[in-house]
């Protein structure tokens, strides 16, 4: 049986900036931080310059927001309420799908690599 050769994992980082942010979601980063006056469960650290510094926490919760917002068309008062309403539920549902795709995406990796052996 051939050894699977090493494949290095991706850093994890700490904290992101909103430019980065902003191109997870494909949008301004002004959208942020208006959404960042609009939610309060935005609440990014700032830096000794005042750059702002997400979180992965940050980052699902923006995820949310943008599902709530950009997918499903909520208007933003809209969105407010679903949030107060039943917010532990939402992050907890939204963590399981996001981690659900991650488990998909390994799971096809292995799959693709399975079929590259065969070959």
Do not use: C
Request: hydrophobic fraction near 35%; aromatic fraction near 10%.
């Amino acid at each position: 049986m051939k050894a699977v050769p090493y494949k290095e994992r991706e850093i994890e980082k700490k904290y992101y900036s909103i430019g980065e942010v902003a191109s997870i979601f494909k949008v301004a980063p002004s959208l942020i931080r208006y959404w960042e006056g609009e939610f309060d469960i935005i609440k990014p650290k700032k830096d000794k310059k005042g750059n702002r510094r997400f979180t992965k926490d940050d980052i699902e919760k923006i995820r949310y927001i943008y599902q709530l917002v950009k997918i499903k068309g909520y208007t933003l008062q809209g969105a407010q309420e679903v949030l107060k309403t039943g917010q532990e539920q939402v992050f907890d549902k939204a963590m399981m799908v996001d981690r659900l795709h991650q488990i998909k995406r390994f799971l096809m990796e292995i799959r693709d690599t399975m079929h590259v052996k065969a070959e």
